[in-house]
């Protein structure tokens, strides 16, 4: 079965620029999407297609996918940015998801 | 505006039942597909199931597939999710999202809280 591979963690420091990558066999091949989940909600779709994001979502939301490798990069991280963040691919008419990866804004 | 409301949830003894229903208002339901996606306890997502706008065309996860059966009513804008043979590992939060696919799922629920236990 399909597997997507996230850090458990990072950390970043307000106005930095955090990075979550996602790993995966030939995830470049496919769509990744990303969401944030705070907690105690539902989650939010912050990028959908590897690199567009939804309406609403901030600019400082960007997303890559190359290779084995997506990205989602938040530019100027702000406090409001911690939370959970999960990466999803679709593979074969199955979706499946990352483990969660934990920002933490220092 | 999407809204998805989730319900049906509780506490349930391991090998019992339950349906839980997601009402679906704010779009045409019977053009979208949809989806059940769970998340146990301070645990990650999970995507449970799917069913395309016709009836009879799902999709399941290994750990569920044999156990629990979604299906959709468009005439009353509701998404069915029966579980059967429950186990404790089943223990999530079930939110029903909408769409499926490379589009990602823009639209979820509120959740609602499956509990396995004796």
């Known amino acids: 079965s399909y597997e997507l591979t996230q850090p458990p963690s990072v950390s970043v420091s307000p106005g930095q620029t955090a990075s979550i990558t996602c790993s995966g066999d030939?995830?470049?091949?496919?769509?990744a999407c990303w969401y944030q989940q705070k907690s105690g909600q539902s989650p939010v779709l912050v990028i959908y297609q590897d690199n567009k994001r939804p309406s609403g979502i901030p600019e400082r939301f960007s997303g890559s996918n190359s290779g084995n490798t997506a990205t989602l990069t938040i530019s100027g991280t702000q406090a409001m940015d911690e939370a959970d963040y999960y990466c999803q691919a679709w593979d074969s008419s199955i979706v499946v998801f990352g483990g969660g990866t934990k920002l933490t804004v220092l | 505006e999407v809204q998805l409301l989730e319900s049906g949830g509780g506490l349930v003894q391991p090998g019992g039942s339950l349906r839980l229903s997601c009402a679906a208002s704010g779009f045409t339901f019977s053009s979208h597909a949809m989806s059940w996606v769970r998340q146990a306890p301070g645990k990650g997502l999970e995507w449970v199931s799917f069913i395309w706008t016709s009836v009879g065309s799902t999709n399941y996860a290994e750990s569920v597939r044999g156990r629990f059966t979604i299906s959709r009513d468009n005439s009353k804008n509701t998404l069915y999710l029966q579980m059967n043979s429950l186990r404790a590992e089943d223990t999530a939060v079930y939110y029903c999202?909408?769409?499926?696919?490379?589009?990602?799922?823009?639209?979820w629920g509120q959740g609602t809280l499956v509990t396995v236990s004796s």
């Open positions: 030939k995830l470049g091949d496919k769509y």
């Open positions: 999202a909408k769409d499926v696919g490379s589009s990602g799922y823009l639209n």
